[in-house]
């Protein structure tokens, strides 16, 4: 008997170390293979780096060497999906929130959208950020006043037919006045508009002008990245043109005359009653939207 109980307290203990064994290897490699996932691209600064001169937009005379590392193909495809699941989810919103939103967040996400690339580096874009109700209120009247005429005399019909669903005939009620003309209630409702603007030219710090590159190619890249970033923390947002509104708005902002007003984007959480138009199916198929040569 005492044989037995000694080999049966050898196999248990046998036993118990191998499963520790085991959940030490497990634990290891999973930490080993979150480790050997995570995505980093840095730039070694060369040498001389902290003697070179620096000139406009950060730029110096030097090459520095990019140390960058791989996502395994099992993980680039998890990342692809779950992207494109997340981001399939997100819709223009018109009706917002009146809650509040983290300011910390907000400025995040415009510091992402400058992450993005542009014509010679020269990032020609400025983002105002626009809280205080009043100026909120000013924005909406001078929208709503020149959409009033776009609407009218200016826009094309199959434009306007082609918005029925979003603000026309077959729109939510609530953003069509009494007269026909579109109403703008996001412009009020959300707790800030980002005025993004364009910067035709920069002035250096002689004053001097210096051309920017592909402004409304950069600008739009970087409202892109904006509208991802928000959607990536849960915030809704709307691409308006102001057509006909753009100097007066700049002005009301006392932004500089190299600035032209290239959107305004709502921000906020989608209200509680909020709705969109019905889509089916919400994308183009695949078979619309890319091609391989």
């Known amino acids: 008997m005492s044989d037995f109980l000694s080999n049966k307290s050898v196999q248990l203990l046998g036993a118990g170390v191998l499963a520790a064994g085991l959940t030490w290897i497990l634990t290891r490699s999973e930490k080993t293979s979150n480790e050997q996932e995570i995505c980093s691209w840095t730039q070694v600064p060369p040498t001389g780096a902290k003697s070179t001169a620096v000139k406009e937009f950060g730029e110096t005379d030097l090459q520095a060497k990019l140390i960058t590392n791989r996502f395994s193909v099992h993980s680039m495809r998890k990342r692809s999906k779950s992207f494109l699941s997340l981001m399939n989810t997100r819709r223009t919103m018109r009706f917002y929130s009146s809650d509040d939103i983290p300011q910390d967040v907000l400025a995040t996400c415009l510091q992402t959208a400058g992450t993005s690339p542009s014509g010679a580096h020269h990032q020609p874009w400025f983002f105002a950020v626009v809280r205080d109700s009043a100026k909120k209120q000013r924005i909406r009247e001078l929208v709503e ?24 005939d077959k729109a939510d009620a609530r953003l069509k006045a009494e007269d026909g003309a579109p109403k703008k209630p996001y412009l009020t409702e959300a707790p800030a508009i980002i005025a993004m603007f364009k910067q035709t030219h920069a002035i250096d710090a002689d004053g001097k002008r210096v051309d920017n590159y592909y402004v409304n190619e950069s600008c739009g890249i970087a409202a892109g990245v904006l509208l991802t970033a928000l959607h990536n923390v849960g915030l809704a947002s709307l691409t308006s043109t102001p057509m006909g509104a753009e100097q007066a708005i700049r002005e009301m902002l006392g932004r500089p005359e190299n600035e032209k007003l290239f959107l305004l984007l709502p921000v906020g959480y989608p209200a509680s009653d909020a709705t969109v138009p019905y889509r089916t199916p919400l994308r183009k198929h695949d078979n619309e939207l890319y091609a391989t040569f």
């Open 145 to 168: 006043a020149e959409e009033k005429i776009n609407y009218e005399r200016r826009m094309r019909k199959s434009w306007i037919e082609d918005l029925s669903s979003m603000t026309g």
